[in-house]
């Protein structure tokens, strides 16, 4: 746990970059500083590992006033990772994951091994493959995930970011960020996350702490400061779409029909008109014997001469997984032939199907921005 307890700092010229914060990450909390530039939450970020000292105040990590804590044990027992990632330029990417477990006198072996470990768990497979290029032989997005393996270099309970995604394109960006997230399921560290983008806030934070002019303005879950912001600055700073942002906070496996209508590949065209007649249904979905996805077919490519559902089917060209947001997988619907999405695991077999009938009624059972979440509920269980 880090606790912040009425916090300040101020530089020599008189400049207070924190004012009197407090703040609690309880263990295993993902909580994402967010503010627009020279609010304070990297200064906030750095004072928790003393890399920027305070001048008023306490921090406690785990119970401890990190003052009483030699600063470099402290910092060994902390990952970090920036915007710009850091990596040394003249180590192996090796060398650089294993930046703090070889100062603290981890084996040659051992090293590798969680080198091995880590590189797999970011997405950089096979690790050989990785383990010994040098920075300058990675593209940007494969640095932030040595960036991000580094962080976790030696296991640590806490993790500090500072913007880590903030300097690569948005698509890469975009994976990152799910790959951290799946990471973070895994691992449940405790989590403190600097950025300024609203959007990647909602994405990947358990809780948002909104600071203003050094000032903590608001502490809550993602759904309590998008369905009540505390004041103007906060209403104004996530923006007029809140409704369509807490989309970001749904999944596609709380909309998806997890019983979708289906049809095996190799099944005649006569099977598959005669189940969408029985089911009352325009598509069905088209599997392999294994359960696998392989596309689409509807009423009017059943039309089409074949004696197989192989012969006339639609391949699918997207597909979601189960931990999808719900707004992305609108996206992706969109930019489909189909209009339909496919939810598949991670062996590519079938689990659910979202239409934009259930993305709709999903939209409709959504808070309106200008209702109060317990007054409607009140006034639903009244009616009922």
Not at 62 to 82: F, K
Not at 84 to 97: A, C, D, K, R, Y
Not at 148 to 173: K, W
């Amino acid at each position: 746990m880090i606790k912040l307890e009425d916090v300040t700092k101020i530089y020599p010229d008189g400049t207070k970059a924190v004012d009197d914060v407090t703040l609690e990450i309880e263990k295993g909390e993902f909580c994402v500083l967010l503010g627009p530039s020279g609010c304070g939450k990297t200064t906030s970020l750095k004072m928790i590992n003393r890399l920027i000292s305070l001048s008023q105040g306490k921090i406690y990590v785990d119970g401890r006033d990190v003052y009483q804590m030699d600063v470099n044990q402290l910092r060994r027992s902390m990952g970090y990772a920036i915007q710009e990632i850091g990596l040394f330029p003249h180590m192996t990417v090796e060398q650089n994951v294993t930046t703090v477990p070889r100062l603290l006198g981890w084996s040659k072996a051992r090293c590798r091994e969680r080198t091995a470990e880590l590189l797999d768990l970011v997405g950089l497979s096979p690790p050989e493959t990785f383990m010994r290029r040098f920075p300058n032989e990675l593209s940007g997005g494969q640095k932030q995930r040595v960036g991000v393996a580094r962080c976790l270099g030696a296991d640590p309970p806490i993790l500090l970011m500072d913007e880590p995604f903030g300097a690569i394109d948005p698509i890469t960006r975009e994976r990152l960020q799910d790959e951290f997230l799946r990471i973070q399921d895994e691992i449940r560290k405790t989590i403190a996350f600097v950025t300024h983008d609203i959007h990647e806030a909602v994405k990947m934070g358990d809780t948002i702490a909104l600071m203003r002019d050094g000032i903590l303005v608001q502490h809550a879950p993602p759904a309590e400061m998008l369905a009540h912001p505390k004041d103007s600055f906060v209403e104004d700073f996530v923006g007029s779409d809140r409704a369509l942002k807490a989309l970001q906070l749904m999944r596609v496996r709380d909309v998806m029909d997890e019983t979708p209508p289906k049809v095996r590949i190799d099944e005649s065209l006569e099977t598959a008109r005669g189940r969408m007649q029985e089911l009352g249904v325009n598509f069905l979905a088209v599997v392999n014997e294994d359960e696998r996805f392989e596309g689409w077919v509807n009423r009017r490519v059943l039309r089409r001469s074949g004696e197989q559902v192989k012969d006339v089917m639609m391949r699918y060209t997207v597909t979601g997984r189960r931990d999808t947001p719900v707004n992305e997988a609108l996206s992706l619907m969109l930019g489909s032939a189909i209009g339909n999405l496919g939810v598949v695991d991670r062996r590519d077999k079938l689990i659910g199907v979202v239409t934009f009938r259930s993305l709709s009624e999903a939209i409709q059972a959504s808070y309106s921005e200008d209702e109060d979440p317990d007054e409607a509920h009140a006034e639903r269980e009244t009616a009922a």
